[in-house]
């Protein structure tokens, strides 16, 4: 029995290891590596030290990119789980309470269903929707559907709207993922203490503050560090739906979308994998802040 | 209760870290893009060669197989597959030819130029194509040299380079020696629905006062008078801005431009123009085009919705399913700016495109350079026509031929510009990083108020940003 043990972990493990080893780790020492080169995708390779780091500082475009990542950081993971919440919490307890029962608003078995919908779609196929709907003349669906006196907004072409246009269309993608697993979470939450609640008076608001947020507080912080970590990457929406690609005039940028565009089309691959150790600092600095909140959160409860 | 919180805390636990994982997944995909770093530099790849004769001036191995891959756009492969493999197979019935197409030629190429075993001839095109300077100055193309002199495969008494066009080899070469092949022939200028124009009663401008003329007409009659696409083609806009600009100085300020020399951009020509386009952008665009791409604004055109567009020839072919009868494409020079422009208002921009080349580091280069001089015979030239209604830089190759209208209209205004036809600009397809801040600055200037000092101000920042950055290869041209 114990003889058996280790070969058998071995064996499971060897090939995720190698896989993870090939694909992840080597491809990020390479990344490291080129950051201190001028490589431009072809042939010698030539270091450079720190000069793409400096470029970098004084990339104004970087800056931008960077701003519009934050900008997501902070606005996705807010919006799409306060309104997964708010749709769980009516799918699941919003109803009336027929015999002590908490239940659902009517029909939202089918709710659930269908606010699922969008997480089957391919992110390139919900980009390709949303520009339609997005798009600037009265052919577009939001702006067709405004009388023809009014003049068309401009959507993805008026650089102070762009990037709240992509973070819509990241939230319309996510959101019913965060409902399910939010539903998920509140049919763990005993009927009793709802009962209990509901027989003290207390009121659905009362019921959604003080006893659904704090006993699914873990599975928010879970969607938290994914919804985060999906706001350091947009690059499917934003290299689809936008004018120019980034544009106009860099209004959407991210970091993602200039590491692709540095590597593929401008040739400089050092410069590229620059971009990339950094958005990998970011994304290590992220996800170590969010266990650490996390840590201190369980020592607590 | 306690029992229920410590197994949420513990599935909680493994998906944070899970998460986190996630996160740490994205960064390496930049690592993985550019796998195989420094590879294909080596030369030991055995590479295939015959003996050169009369028949075989290449020196191919009539045994060994050439693989080649065409990019799959706007041109379609049929050209490749019906007219120019057979045509390859009927002199060297032994070699076997290897074909692919694809739509990301860089996503399938460019790996496989740096693990040292590309396909021997590629058609480098597409919005997704290889940085086409920094392929020669790795030494990944093959010089052309012996291919231009070479005899003609189907024009007896002359070299290949004899049947082309003027401009057609110095378009692909770098630094004085030529490495692509650029195939097809494009006229630029402003295309219009011609029976639309017969029907209203409008004439063609010359002159920027008719034009702007023109223009006021059009827009009471209801039709936005001209635009572009700004969400994905303002480079035809640029296009359009440095044609003007050649006009009223000469080709020289596109050299200029190409050359990264300072102050090119704030040139008096460039400004004017920038002027000139500004007001039409203030006056006559439709602000919502900037939200849109080429496909929708060449199907308003097709709709009599937009009377101007600046485009190449190619227009014609990419909106056959879409043209309805009522619809004749014909094509015009850009009118003269100023009364003391340098060219005359019939003067256009014509130029050679679509990049063929052999890889220098295949199996067999000269077999790739063998298949593109079959591509430069007149009869596959004709063939080319015939299946795009593109015309190819083969000199006469589809003269007699009778063509689309707006094909022959592209032919009458080549014919009319006689020796004023110039090849324009290179420093797109060198500098696609300036490339970049192009057709974003041609937006703003178009849909943004028309500030022509800002324009060319930035365009001259961006130029010797350029200039000073030692990770970007340079190249000159006279």
């Not at chain 1, 400096?54 to 990339?59: A, I, P, R």
């Not at chain 1, 052919?139 to 907004?153: A, K, R, T």
């Not at chain 1, 993805?156 to 998920?184: H, K, N, P």
Request: charged share 15%; proline share 4%; hydrophobic share 45%.
């Amino acid at each position: 029995m114990r003889h058996g043990k280790y070969p058998f972990i071995i064996g499971f493990l060897v090939v995720p290891v190698a896989l993870y080893c090939t694909f992840v780790v080597a491809a990020y020492l390479q990344a490291f590596q080129l950051s201190f080169t001028s490589w431009s995708g072809f042939g010698a390779i030539k270091y450079i030290g720190l000069e793409n780091f400096h470029k970098l500082w004084n990339d104004d475009l970087f800056w931008k990119s960077l701003r519009h990542n934050l900008f997501l950081l902070i606005l996705l993971p807010v919006v799409t789980v306060a309104l997964a919440l708010v749709i769980a919490f009516l799918l699941n307890v919003g109803g009336s309470s027929r015999g002590g029962q908490t239940r659902g608003v009517r029909g939202s078995k089918a709710y659930r269903i269908i606010f699922f919908f969008p997480q089957l779609l391919a992110l390139a196929i919900v980009a390709v929707i949303f520009q339609r709907v997005f798009g600037p003349d009265k052919s577009g669906m939001i702006n067709g559907l405004f009388p023809d006196s009014w003049d068309n907004w401009l959507f993805l072409a008026d650089e102070r709207w762009a990037m709240t246009c992509i973070l819509i269309v990241l939230i319309w993608q996510a959101v019913g993922f965060y409902v399910v697993l939010f539903s998920a979470g509140m049919g763990s939450i005993p009927a009793e203490i709802y009962e209990a609640a509901a027989l003290d008076g207390a009121s659905r608001i009362k019921l959604f503050f003080r006893i659904t947020i704090p006993l699914l507080w873990g599975t928010i912080q879970v969607a938290w560090v994914y919804l985060g970590i999906a706001a350091f990457d947009a690059f499917a929406v934003v290299n689809i739906m936008t004018v120019d690609r980034g544009g106009p005039n860099g209004a959407t940028s991210v970091l993602s979308l200039m590491i692709w565009r540095n590597t593929f089309e401008f040739s400089q691959v050092g410069y590229a994998s620059a971009i990339g150790v950094v958005l990998f600092f970011l994304t290590l600095t992220f996800a170590a802040l969010t266990l650490r909140v996390t840590r201190r959160e369980s020592l607590e409860a | 209760m306690t029992e229920i919180f410590k197994a949420a805390e513990v599935d909680r636990r493994t998906l944070l870290r899970r998460a986190a994982a996630v996160g740490l997944m994205a960064t390496p995909a930049v690592g993985l893009l550019s796998a195989c770093v420094g590879g294909g530099s080596d030369d030991n790849t055995k590479q295939s060669t015959g003996t050169k004769s009369a028949d075989n001036p290449l020196g191919i191995d009539p045994k060994a197989g050439v693989e080649i891959i065409i990019f799959n756009g706007g041109l379609g492969t049929a050209y490749a597959t019906d007219v120019d493999i057979p045509l390859f197979n009927k002199k060297w019935p032994d070699a076997k030819v290897t074909y692919s197409n694809t739509e990301q030629i860089s996503t399938v190429v460019q790996p496989r130029i740096n693990a040292g075993t590309p396909p021997d001839m590629i058609n480098n095109s597409g919005s997704n194509l290889m940085d086409f300077g920094a392929i020669v100055k790795a030494g990944q193309a093959a010089d052309l040299t012996d291919l231009f002199a070479a005899p003609s495969w189907d024009v007896a008494g002359k070299t290949v380079a004899d049947t082309l066009v003027p401009g057609a080899i110095q378009q692909g070469t770098y630094d004085g020696k030529p490495f692509a092949m650029n195939y097809s022939f494009t006229v630029f200028g402003l295309w219009y629905n011609k029976k639309l124009f017969a029907t209203k009663g409008w004439t063609v401008p010359t002159t920027w006062a008719d034009f702007t003329a023109l223009c006021d007409k059009i827009k009471a009659a209801g039709i936005t008078p001209f635009g572009f696409a700004g969400a994905n083609a303002s480079y035809y806009m640029v296009r359009a801005l440095l044609t003007s600009a050649a006009k009223i100085g000469t080709e020289q300020c596109l050299k200029d431009i190409d050359n990264l020399k300072p102050g090119a951009w704030t040139a008096d020509p460039i400004m004017k123009a920038a002027q000139a386009w500004g007001e039409i952008g203030n006056k006559y665009i439709n602000k919502t085009y900037l939200g849109l791409r080429h496909t929708e604004v060449q199907l308003q055109q097709d709709q009599d919705k937009l009377a101007f567009y600046p485009c190449g020839s190619w227009l014609e072919n990419e909106q056959s399913k879409d043209t309805p009868p009522t619809f004749e494409y014909a094509v015009a020079a850009y009118p003269s700016v100023t009364t003391s422009d340098q060219l005359p208002a019939t003067a256009i921009n014509a130029a050679a495109g679509e990049i063929y080349f052999a890889a220098a580091k295949g199996k067999n280069p000269q077999g790739g350079k063998e298949y593109i001089r079959g591509m430069l015979s007149k009869e596959a030239a004709l063939g080319f026509t015939k299946l795009t209604k593109s015309l190819t830089v083969v000199a006469g190759a589809a003269d007699g031929q009778t063509i689309s209208p707006g094909l022959t209209s592209a032919n009458d205004l080549l014919g009319k510009a006689g020796k004023d036809v110039f090849m324009g600009y290179l420093f797109d397809t060198w500098y696609k990083k300036l490339d970049d801040e192009s057709r974003a600055a041609a937006n703003d200037l178009m849909f943004k108020g028309g500030d022509a000092a800002k324009f060319c101000q930035r365009m001259e920042a961006a130029s010797q940003a350029v200039a000073k950055d030692s990770s970007v290869t340079k190249f000159t041209r006279s």
